[in-house]
């Protein structure tokens, strides 16, 4: 069974910086799609940035300019490069693997806290 091992994570002032990697534990096909999403307290889960095998990047327009996706294929790896962290990017962030037809796999969550 393969598992989404998140880290990263933490607390960090305003203003500050965090990277988020997400690996996959096991061999799977590589995925058509990689992503990161997060869900604040009382929100709902939303998309923060996804990365296609074809390194076709989509963000989030919060995030546009100070969050950074990337992936390693070799190791089934997705990063996400965070800067100029504000307070409202708090919430649990997820990372995302998914193959058409074949796997949709959630990782377990990373809490990421931003103070002002």
């Known amino acids: 069974q393969v598992q989404l091992v998140e880290s990263g994570g933490g607390l960090v002032q305003a203003g500050g910086s965090l990277r988020l990697s997400c690996a996959a534990s096991g061999s799977l096909f590589s995925p058509n799609l990689m992503g990161w999403y997060r869900q604040a307290p009382g929100k709902q889960r939303e998309l923060v940035a996804t990365?296609?095998?074809?390194?076709?990047?989509n963000y989030a327009d919060s995030v546009k300019g100070r969050f950074t996706i990337s992936r390693d294929n070799a190791k089934n790896t997705v990063y996400l490069q965070m800067n100029s962290l504000k307070p409202e990017d708090t919430g649990v962030y997820y990372c995302?693997?998914?193959?058409?037809?074949?796997?949709?796999?959630w990782g377990q969550g990373t809490q990421v806290t931003i103070s002002s």
């Open positions: 990365i296609t095998n074809g390194d076709n990047t």
């Open positions: 995302r693997m998914n193959r058409v037809m074949r796997y949709d796999y």
